[in-house]
């Protein structure tokens, strides 16, 4: 018997018909404004919880008739760092590339599935692939440089994309965010072929930031670079997600646990595991991940 039963004793005062359909009313009430309560934080915690900058659904894409990716389903938050691990072969570069269309260049391959990009679907009949490749840019593994000076690496694509700005307020904020603004600042209008490979790294990466994307993805970005430039590169790919979203694979799991915020692991096509960083390389949910990250494979 709980306290808010009536006491079952015979010299307890009787409750009138009318009384107790008044209280059964009230609490029919109170019960119907909990439930609304309850609906109304429910609805408030959806509305107010982060929705994945790119949500991925069910993706399987094909070389011909090599599967090279396999039912891939994962949400990347915003302003993260998201690396992607795995062995030699897995997908990671494939899944990478999936992300601003940049594998349908290549002739004989399939897609399958849903990639949306704030909601929309990038593989739309009626959306512009140059569109999703200027909003979701790409660094590759070995720095490209254009034949051209410093400046116009930095400017050019904003220029045949017909920016109106300042354009030397862009190329300067572009090298700041890069972290190469103080070391090139004098000799801009030098090739940017005089400049070091990590130099050259970081250029690349300005000239991404210059045509303003939302996303940046990076393919192994310092794989050919010595340790000072990597330190270099790793800095600022730490600065660049206070207002970018950051995909990244490398093969460096000690690259992967220093700058990221969550990694997914990648084996045979398929997506074994993905979590916060610092939980998956100390605390992973499946074997084959544990096996992987404490080096059993690789």
């Not at 993905?274 to 998956?280: E, G, K, R, S």
Request: proline share 5%.
């Amino acid at each position: 018997m709980t306290t808010d039963d009536p006491p079952n004793d015979a010299h307890s005062p009787t409750t009138s018909v009318d009384e107790a359909s008044a209280d059964d009313a009230s609490a029919v009430s109170n019960g119907q404004a909990a439930d609304e309560d309850a609906q109304t934080a429910a609805s408030n915690t959806a509305s107010t919880a982060v929705q994945p900058k790119i949500k991925i659904e069910d993706l399987n894409f094909w070389y011909e008739d090599n599967h090279a990716l396999q039912g891939i389903t994962m949400g990347i938050q915003p302003e993260q760092v998201t690396a992607l691990i795995g062995p030699s072969g897995c997908g990671k570069s494939t899944l990478l590339r999936c992300l601003n269309r940049m594998n349908e260049l290549i002739q004989g391959t399939t897609l399958e599935g849903t990639i949306r990009v704030d909601g929309q679907d990038i593989y739309a009949p009626n959306t512009d692939p140059v569109m999703v490749r200027r909003r979701v840019g790409m660094v590759f593994q070995k720095p490209n440089p254009f034949p051209k000076t410093i400046y116009k690496n930095v400017a050019w694509g904003a220029e045949i994309n017909g920016y109106t700005g300042d354009i030397d307020a862009l190329v300067e904020r572009s090298l700041r965010q890069a972290a190469l603004w103080d070391e090139v600042k004098d000799q801009l209008h030098s090739s940017a072929y005089n400049l070091s490979g990590g130099q050259q790294q970081r250029l690349c990466i300005a000239r991404t930031l210059a045509v303003e994307p939302d996303v940046l993805l990076m393919d192994e970005p310092a794989s050919a670079l010595d340790p000072i430039a990597t330190s270099k590169v790793e800095e600022t790919i730490t600065e660049l997600k206070e207002k970018y979203t950051i995909v990244i694979v490398t093969h460096n799991m000690q690259q992967a646990s220093r700058i990221s915020d969550e990694t997914a692991f990648l084996y045979m096509g398929r997506l074994i595991e993905m979590n916060p960083t610092d939980q998956l390389f100390t605390r992973p949910e499946k074997d084959r991940t544990e096996a992987y990250v404490t080096g059993r494979f690789g």
